[in-house]
């Protein structure tokens, strides 16, 4: 017997720019968006080992009840795929390829495999017959890559799927029928000082 997950993903907030802490303005969107999760059925916060992941998962419980938090390998920052040329766009295979070569070899190597462990971990269907709420405070790579796999797009197309810090991502795996993507970086719980922080500048509204 099998239930419905319900997988909350989270970047985490704003962070210094060293990336060894939240700034102010992250502690502040990490704490709205635990006031906004509050009530919520979420029982377990998942996070990456990174500063700002524990951080902003730290924040978030402080405004919910006993919710534990466990730290995960998986959930943490890297390239969840690596693409080939012929699987890309001509006109912006040059620019995506660029993009990955950038990140040290250990990085690209690495992160196909814990992406599948993280997939393995946090997607689909549950055991059991009670419906499961997680929440998973990550990145944006690995944010973008559940939200490319929800919509079963190519597997290059987690490139291109921003995420700003602190908004919220829901994707629902009902057993019998297709992941359903619920919401996508939706930052209603914050005030408009604090939305976009993240996004590329061209593309913030």
Known sequence: MTATRYLYLARHGEASPDESELTANGRRQAALLGERLRGSPISAIHHGPLPRAAQT???IRDQLEDVP???CEPAGDYLPYLPQR?????ESADRLLA???QFPAE???RGP???????ARFTGPVDGDEPRHELVVTHAFLAAWFVRD???????????LNHSNAAL???RYTPGRPAAVVMVNDMGHLPAELRWTGFPPELRL
């Not at 929800?150 to 291109?160: H, S, T």
């Open 57 to 59: 998962a730290r924040l």
């Open 69 to 71: 938090l466990h730290a």
């Open 86 to 90: 012929d699987e890309l766009p001509p």
């Open 99 to 101: 993009f990955v070569e």
């Open 107 to 109: 990085e690209r190597d």
């Open 113 to 119: 495999e814990l992406a599948r462990a993280a997939a």
């Open 150 to 160: 929800a919509l079963d797009a190519p597997a290059w197309r987690w490139m291109g």
């Open 169 to 171: 991502t829901v994707i």
